[in-house]
């Protein structure tokens, strides 16, 4: 992998918008009156626009390191460079108004209202009321919560949940190049979380932000993640690489205990079903015998029932599954509704193809062998 | 002569006593305040984990030592202070604005310093992470936060002072302490058990006004997201 772990610094002959965003070089904090760094010689580089994860049993470091990033704690050796710009050169207060900084506490101002508290940051900055305005409905619209409703209510007024966005808008307010997210969706329930899992990458697909992201859970790291940076007690990086990678290749004993037995259903996260090769489906009680499966569709193109799995004896019950999903996402539909096929559906529900449990293992040892 | 036609007989003097009484406490709970609250602030550390444990040692041991000397004060009979105090400002309203504001430091720094420092970590942190000098910290986020906290401070500074107030009739302060002093003085003497229960009431009545204007300050002021 070309990652800049060994190159750090990004050398000069590299054309700019190649550059890493974040560096961090040879990064070490020891709190006063501690005898053991809280983190120790930690090298990292994190490309443009890219997420990467710090994961890691707690206490091992992971918000000191990110808290280094923006001043917040200052290191007690090493460098960090933001976009080739040493962080200690710049004033604090002006630096993290450029990276936008979100909790597990959110720590929303209760005495502001959500347009308020987003617009802090452009206020600071001196922005033309106008066009603070203009951005925090832009923002509140891009979190999923409509601005006529919401702009002014108070912070106490809102779920977890929606707290949680307003913190991520707030972040974003000024546009900065570069996210630090504590845990940010720690405290919210599963159900919830999933959701601003898959609302947290859509945004990220239009903002493009370069995103350094604490958790202590694996899962989430591996669903969000461009790479991971896996860290020990004591504050060291015990693998910095791909989720693949990590999952696939464990660096070390650590890594490997860290991922735990479940390493390779963890893997099917990684596998968009766009990725594989579905079966085909025939449609309506009118198809005859054939190699495809047949399904009953309603008016709309809707999956209603199977009529036939060939290599299956009846026809097993329906589910059905998201082609922007993960062969997780079907595996866990299969089993779910104790069936060997499940339906693959898209936007609108329409079935476009079939994926069965004898297909998808074939398919996984022709992966598995190619690796 | 009951009650009622001594008032009658009266209301333009125990009214300027009552208006003298109010604006002799207002002074002193304005300077007070000013001067606690404004101490608070200088002795808060802006944050919830300070960097420089020397430094936050050192503000904590001037906050505890203030509010030690502060709470002390409150203890020196009123009298006695008042007394104390007269060689340096004379007989009159100089004395008894001094001994009050004196007497309202505690009550406001120690709510000041309480609210200042009980808001929550997780907002001082994102105000600090967001890029809020300390300054900006302490005026936008901590002192609107704390301002309810320190508002009952003021309120319960201002009790205490309408009631001291009374007292310092006996340095000539301005007030209804002059009806209850001369009451006392003329005891037996026709009306003088009305001027005493008039002065006194009048403290009440000093109090309700009080109450009521605090009320609308904090109705006012208090910002709409922290309204209980
Ligand atoms: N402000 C602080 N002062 C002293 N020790 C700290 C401070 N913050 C964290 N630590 C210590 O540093 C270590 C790493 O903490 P932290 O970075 O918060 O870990 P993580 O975020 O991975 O749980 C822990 O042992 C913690 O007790
Ligand atoms: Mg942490």
Known sequence: MSRATTNPGGSADRPPDQQPMIVLEGVSKTYPGHLTPAVAEVDLAVARGSIVMLVGPSGCGKTTTLKMMNRLIEPTTGRILLDGEDVTKVNADQLRRRIGYVIQQVGLFPHFTVGQNIGVVPRMLGWERRRIRQRIDELLELVGLPPGEFRDRYPRQLSGGQQQRVGVARALAADPPVMLMDEPFGAIDPITRERLHDQFLEIQRTVRKTICFVTHDLQEAIKLGDHIAIFAAGGRIAQYDTPEMILSRPANDFVREFVGSGAAVRRLHLIALSTLALDKIATGSSATAGAHPVIEVDGSGRPVAWIRVPGVDGSPALATVPLSGSVYDAVDAMLDAHSSAVAVVDGDGRAVGALRWEALVGELQMRGRHR | ?228
């Not at chain 2, 125990?14 to 200088?42: D, K, N, P, R, W």
């Not at chain 2, 030690?68 to 409150?74: C, M, N």
Request: glycine letters at 10%; a positive charge.
């Open chain 2, 1 to 228: 002569m009951d009650l009622i036609s001594y008032l009658r007989e009266n209301a333009g003097t125990v009214l300027l006593y009552g208006e003298q009484h109010l604006l002799v406490v207002f002074f002193a709970i304005a300077l007070g305040s000013t001067i606690s609250i404004g101490f608070a602030l200088l002795v808060t550390p802006g944050e919830a984990a300070p960097q420089r444990w020397s430094l936050d040692w050192i503000l904590g041991a001037i906050r505890d030592g203030a509010l030690l000397v502060t709470a002390a004060a409150l203890t020196v009979p009123s009298l006695a202070l008042l007394v104390l105090l007269l060689p340096l400002f004379g007989l009159g309203a100089a004395t008894t604005v001094t001994a009050l504001t004196i007497y309202s430091l505690y009550s406001v720094l120690r709510n000041s310093v309480a609210g200042l420092s009980s808001v929550d970590a997780g907002v001082l942190e994102s105000a600090k992470g967001l890029g809020m000098g300390r300054l900006r910290r302490l005026i936008r986020v901590q002192l609107p936060l704390a301002w309810p906290v320190i508002l009952n401070g003021i309120r319960v500074a201002t009790l205490i002072d309408v009631a001291i107030a009374a007292v310092a009739a006996l340095v000539r302060g301005p007030g209804l302490g002059q009806l209850v002093l001369t009451g006392l003085s003329r005891y037996g003497a026709a009306n003088a058990f009305n001027q005493v229960l008039v002065g006194t009431l009048g403290c009440l009545v000093v109090a309700a006004v009080f109450e009521i204007f605090y009320a609308i300050v904090e109705r006012l002021t208090v910002p709409r997201g922290i309204r209980v």
